[in-house]
């Protein structure tokens, strides 16, 4: 080196082109750093294009369900002029009623807007990450990206996707203000907390929990942060002249039914939230929504379960161990279980209320748990895991054998000893290493909660199988039952009169066809009617029309006949269906 030197006297390692080279060098390197991609993105990325595809491919082509198409045909008819007196015009239905007047109506406009917003919702949960963690927040995207229920109606013409999107930019706005209360934060929150008096009883219910919760944690709790928001708030005329503009607006839009009708001065999404607890009572079983969720969701059932007992746990001894968005969670789900165990008039997608905070529940139980694991402890019991998994795996083979009738004597006692080891290795595992064998337990069981959501998912959104989720759903035959009404009103003439009960099942199919629902028959060339009708005037043709059908099971915890249905997605008890025929005029 010192020859080298002495060869080179004028060399010197400070010279100006040295120092241009090292300069020009340092953008470069700043360039590459930030078109750096993190693996957190990528998995984001990712989570939104899986719920895009499972929300919006083939989205037209299922048919209709009974309560789609009711709703669906009240949008065209508003389309169109003409408001009928089901016209709820929440905010789903009245967008869907626009969009059919600029395009026209078709079952993919009916049901674009819920799949958008599900989509999107998933895709907000991005902004949860300071308040649930990233692991967490990642986990509660993937549970309502991939659940069976949201996937069911973020395809569905109803409003509870809407009202689900607008109770995730509630909660994220909120405590996003509450960290910092600008007023760009609190433009989506108002826009928020105003929709949702529009929206649905998912919405509403957000709503008024939010209320509840400021109340309680600036006036009784004393929160520093919610204190200080409000302060700010008040103190920014920007804020509240903007909150003043926004409700009244809301409440026009209303009371119009976003321009739609003046039928009275109550506002849709309350009206809706409150048609929850109408009377009589239905008459679904009481275990319905229990059983649709452990049909459908017992994952997020399970998780959030799981996190609702940790996050009490930490408030009840001393409520500062549990943060505000914690709490917020806890009064958002004990709302929500008071609301759907009072309610009167059941539905499944009520169940959406109670699957939004169990989700977020998970997520932040997942947080910290991978925070607090022992994973050099757990790294010991990774082969208990694999025997508790492989008992599992040997009783789900056991259980579809038994299931489709072919199991015999000893691999049903196979079964039993299946389920019998896999619990006893969970008791020894825990009792002999409770901080290594809960992070493997935890994720054998979300292997098994993941095998479970993508085949119900794909079920739920591609075949069309048996749900019981689903109330009744319209029959391919309603197409053909179109076809020969139309032919008929060419053949025959005259008036072609519908039953007036038969509207929500046939408005949406009979659309565009020559007939009336309801009115006198003494001018009707044709009657479509229930097949024990005897219109006077008219007999009946042979043919019997199919046009709806329906299942709920006679027995929801029958594990044999439940498991198949899981399998095959085929009704193991009576359908339920609607059945029409077509009468002709005698004389």
């Known amino acids: 080196m010192q020859d080298s030197v002495q060869d080179a006297p004028g060399r010197d390692i400070r010279s100006t082109a040295a120092a241009t080279v090292v300069h020009a060098e340092a ?59 089901t016209w709820r015009g929440d905010l789903a239905e009245a967008a869907t009623s626009y969009l059919f007047r600029v395009f026209g109506e078709t079952e993919l406009l009916a049901r674009l807007l819920p ?31 991939f659940s069976p229920l949201f996937v069911l109606y973020s395809r569905s013409a109803t409003a509870f996707s809407l009202g689900s999107f607008v109770a995730i930019l509630i909660v994220v706005s909120l405590f996003g203000y509450l960290q910092n209360p600008r007023s760009a934060i609190a433009f989506p929150l108002i826009v928020g907390l105003a929709l ?14 939010v209320v509840v919760f400021v109340v309680f944690e600036g006036v009784f709790f004393s929160n520093a942060e919610v204190r200080q928001a409000w302060r700010a708030f008040r103190r920014s005329p920007l804020q509240w002249v903007t909150a003043l503009i926004v409700l009244a607006a809301a409440i026009q839009f209303g009371i119009t039914r976003f321009g739609t009708s003046l039928e009275g001065l109550d506002l849709p ?18 275990e319905y929504h229990f059983a649709l969720l452990l049909a459908y969701d017992w994952p997020v059932l399970l998780g959030g379960t799981a996190g609702f007992v940790f996050v009490a746990m930490r ?52 947080e910290e748990l991978t925070g607090r694991a022992d994973w050099a402890a757990a790294g010991r019991s990774w082969p208990a895991g694999v025997a508790i998994a492989a008992a599992a795996g040997a009783a789900a083979v056991l ?42 337990l935890a994720v054998v069981v979300a292997l ?98 199919r046009v709806a059908e329906g299942w709920y099971p006679g027995e929801v915890l029958a594990p044999r006949r439940l498991w198949r249905w899981l399998l095959y997605r085929e009704p193991y008890s009576d359908v339920s269906a609607v059945d029409v025929r077509i009468f002709v005029r005698t004389i």
């Open 315 to 366: 408030f009840l001894p001393q409520r500062r161990e549990s943060t505000a968005f914690q709490r917020f969670l806890l009064l958002w789900t004990v709302a929500a279980s008071l609301v759907l165990a009072l309610t009167t008039r059941r539905e499944a997608g009520q169940l959406l209320i109670l699957l939004l905070p169990l989700a977020l529940l998970t997520g932040r139980f997942a």
């Open 448 to 545: 098994g909660a993941t095998l479970f959501v993508v085949h119900s998912t794909l079920g739920v959104a591609f075949s069309d199988g048996a749900e019981f989720a689903v109330d009744l759903r319209l029959t391919p035959r309603t197409a053909q039952l179109r076809a020969t009404v139309d032919k008929l009103a060419r053949e025959r003439g005259g008036t072609i009169v519908v039953d007036s009960d038969l509207s929500d099942e046939l408005g949406w199919t009979l659309r565009d066809s020559p007939v009336v629902f309801g009115g006198p028959t003494d001018r009707a060339s044709a009657v479509v009617s229930r097949p024990d009708a005897n219109p006077a005037g008219f007999v009946a043709r042979d043919e019997v029309w």
């Open 196 to 209: 949702a008096a529009l929206t649905d009883a998912v919405a509403t219910l957000v709503a008024l929990a």
């Open 269 to 286: 999404g309350l009206k809706l939230f409150w048609e929850m607890f109408d009377t009589p009572r239905d008459s679904r079983p009481p």
């Open 27 to 85: 953008p470069k390197a700043e360039v590459a750093r930030g078109l750096t991609v993190s693996v957190e993105a990528l998995f984001w990325a990712g989570l939104v294009t899986a719920s895009g595809a499972l929300r919006l491919v083939h989205i037209g082509s299922p048919p209709l369900t009974v309560d789609e198409g009711q709703r669906a045909f009240d949008a065209t008819r508003v389309a169109g002029g003409d408001v009928p007196q």
């Open 115 to 145: 799949a958008l917003a599900g989509v999107a919702l998933v895709g907000l949960l991005w902004l949860a990450r300071p308040y649930v963690g990233r692991i967490g927040a990642l986990v509660a995207g993937a549970l309502l990206a």
């Open 399 to 440: 259980m579809t054998e038994w299931s489709s009738g072919s199991a015999d004597g000893a691999e049903r006692l196979t079964l039993i000893a299946s389920v019998a080891i896999g619990l006893a290795l969970v008791v020894i595992v825990l009792a002999r290493a409770r901080a290594g064998a809960i992070p493997v």
